[in-house]
């Protein structure tokens, strides 16, 4: 059974870079699309940005300007970096596996909170 | 890139049925929508994919057979009978844009079991 968990800094001052990475386990990360979604408190959810296992990207562009995301397949990790961050930006932050050959997620990690704060 | 609109609540007495709605904008009655259950303090689940002709490939993992899906127009629905405690749930409508090269959801509706 394929698990995703998330991990990073819970706490991000205003103006920093949120840094998260997502690790895989039970199954290979590679010949996958892995991507991040971020749910603020009480609202929908947002879709942040794509990566397939060759490092190619596809971003929100509402967030593209700020986003980098990477791939390590050697750790079966991936990553997420959001520069400039404000309180706008707290929110539970979800990776997810694309599911090979179509374009829902079929596996999810259990959410990690990052709150933007001084 | 299409919006996807849903009620913010629903709600339905246990054993009963409630089928939720999600709205997409007009111009897009020809895209598919997946529906994720998310629990509360989880992370989402995949239920299933549905396009105007009904679900789309297969349900997600352990999604009991009250869990169905029609879609017509613009709607896509996803009906549970037979309401269960455990359905208690938010539940979100997502579609990818751009073959997977950029998703949107819903707002979620919030499923309370009476």
């Known amino acids: 059974q394929v698990q995703l968990q998330e991990s990073g800094p819970g706490l991000v001052k205003p103006s920093e870079t949120l840094s998260l990475t997502c690790t895989v386990s039970g199954g290979s990360i590679s010949s996958y699309y892995w991507s991040w979604i971020r749910q603020p408190a009480g609202k929908g959810l947002e879709w942040i940005g794509r990566?397939?296992?060759?490092?190619?990207?596809n971003y929100n562009p509402s967030l593209k300007s700020r986003v980098t995301m990477s791939v390590d397949t050697s750790k079966n990790q991936f990553s997420l970096k959001l520069s400039s961050v404000t309180a706008a930006d707290t929110a539970v932050y979800y990776c997810?596996?694309?599911?090979?050959?179509?374009?829902?997620?079929?596996?999810w990690g259990q959410g990690t909170l990052v709150t933007v704060s001084s | 890139q299409p919006v996807l609109t849903q009620p913010p609540s629903a709600s339905a007495s246990l054993g009963a049925s409630v089928t939720l709605t999600c709205t997409l904008s007009s111009g897009y009655s020809n895209y598919k929508v997946d529906w994720y259950q998310q629990r509360p303090g989880k992370g989402p689940r995949f239920v299933m994919r549905?396009?105007?002709?009904?679900?789309?490939?297969s349900k997600g993992d352990g999604i009991p057979d009250r869990f169905s899906v029609l879609g017509s127009g613009l709607n896509r629905y996803l009906t549970i009978k037979n309401i269960q405690e455990e359905d208690e749930s938010d539940y979100h409508c997502?579609?990818?844009?751009?073959?997977?090269?950029?998703?949107?959801f819903g707002g979620g509706t919030k499923l309370t079991v009476l």
């Open positions: 997502g579609a990818d844009h751009g073959s997977g090269s950029f998703w949107v």
């Open positions: 997810a596996r694309v599911a090979f050959g179509f374009f829902y997620f079929d596996y």
């Open positions: 990566i397939y296992t060759s490092g190619s990207t």
């Open positions: 549905v396009g105007t002709g009904g679900i789309v490939g």
